[in-house]
Nanobody, 124 residues
């Protein structure tokens, strides 16, 4: 079965850290750009971070720059989003997406594959 599966979400206090994982099954991520997107209740989906297929290029939303780091391990067929200094406004469902043609943060739909999402809640 071809799918992306996110994991690593949970409840964390403000200032805490989480690492999200996006694992592919049924296909290899080697040639795919990957993006992380999030959607909070009542808000539109927004791009958080993306990484090129070889990992040489990354991009971040202004709201997470300096706090989030995206990385990939093609040997493990997995992409990670390391999140630190989390804020309540980071609370959302986080999704990963994969596309052979590339990922851009301002394009929030239409990619080849999407995961089912993982909930991140930042609250004291």
């Amino acid at each position: 079965q071809v799918q992306l599966v996110e994991s690593g979400g949970g409840l964390v206090q403000p200032g805490g850290s989480l690492r999200l994982s996006c694992a592919a099954s049924g296909f290899t991520l080697d040639y795919y750009a990957i993006g992380w997107f999030r959607q909070a209740p009542g808000k539109a989906r927004e791009g958080v971070s993306c990484i090129s297929s070889r990992g040489g290029s990354t991009d971040y939303a202004d709201s997470v720059k300096g706090r989030f780091t995206i990385s990939r391990d093609n040997a493990k067929n997995t992409v990670y989003l390391h999140m630190r200094n989390l804020k309540p406004e980071d609370t959302a469902v986080y999704y990963c997406a994969a596309d052979l043609a590339g990922v851009q943060l301002f394009v929030t739909s239409g990619y080849d594959y999407w995961g089912q999402g993982t909930q991140v809640t930042v609250s004291s």
